[in-house]
């Protein structure tokens, strides 16, 4: 769709995330998910949701729309892993299914801040390992895109003061080792984000 193609990102968050997924994907004794036990065909010849939206009421951050939070779903994050890291399927979709869902759990139980349900997203992307490879490029990838459909982006260059924790690759690394919490990862999202133009906005809304 339009909002997945239109998602920019900088070469080096993809490059170096490609670097270290490979290198986990080498690492000794780490077993690999099963090749395509949980395979589903996907088509675009069976429309799908792409964005979910919540019914629940809430208060969003400040730098970020006021407006009704928007989820993604499991179909939007396979679309970004097919355009943005490579083709192919999750081998363990239930694990991705679970990921995509964490948000809006969280958000049920009273979760409103957008960058903590942005870090929920990236930390269960990357721990579910639900891809063969690609996991913490694609757990970057979905949360900028549901910062920015929530009417925030990550930026390319953090701040200094964020600089200083290191890179949004970084960030994605330290929480899959467990260095980083999904908390620390929130507050890290939260000063390497600005809120988007009206331009940006309006091609947001119409995803």
């Known amino acids: 769709m339009k909002c997945v193609r239109s998602l920019r990102l900088s070469a080096t968050w993809t490059h170096s995330l490609e670097v270290c997924d490979r290198t986990d994907s080498l690492s000794p004794g780490k077993r690999s998910p099963p090749p395509t036990q949980f395979r589903r065909p996907f088509s675009d010849k069976h429309p799908v949701s792409l964005i979910s939206w ?3 009421p809430q208060k969003t951050s400040p730098m970020c729309s006021s407006r009704a939070l928007r989820f993604l779903t499991v179909s939007q994050i396979i679309r970004l ?4 890291v490579t083709r192919g399927l999750p081998t363990q979709l239930p694990l991705l299914e679970s990921a995509a869902a964490s948000p809006t759990n969280h958000h049920h139980y009273g979760q409103n801040d957008v960058f903590e349900l942005a870090a929920i997203l990236a930390e269960r992307i990357i721990l579910n390992h639900s891809y063969q ?3 913490k490029r694609i757990s970057l990838i979905a949360a900028d895109m549901f910062l920015k459909v929530n009417g925030c982006r990550l ?4 701040p200094r003061q964020e600089s200083a924790k290191g890179s949004l690759k970084d960030a994605q690394v ?6 980083w919490s999904a908390g620390e990862l ?7 984000a600005s809120p988007l133009e009206e331009s940006q906005k309006e091609e947001m809304d119409e995803c």
């Open 133 to 135: 490879d690609g996991n």
């Open 155 to 158: 930026l390319d260059n953090p």
């Open 174 to 179: 330290a929480v899959a080792s467990g260095t």
């Open 54 to 56: 919540s019914p629940f």
């Open 186 to 192: 929130a507050e890290y999202y939260r000063g390497a």
């Open 81 to 84: 892993y097919e355009t943005h």
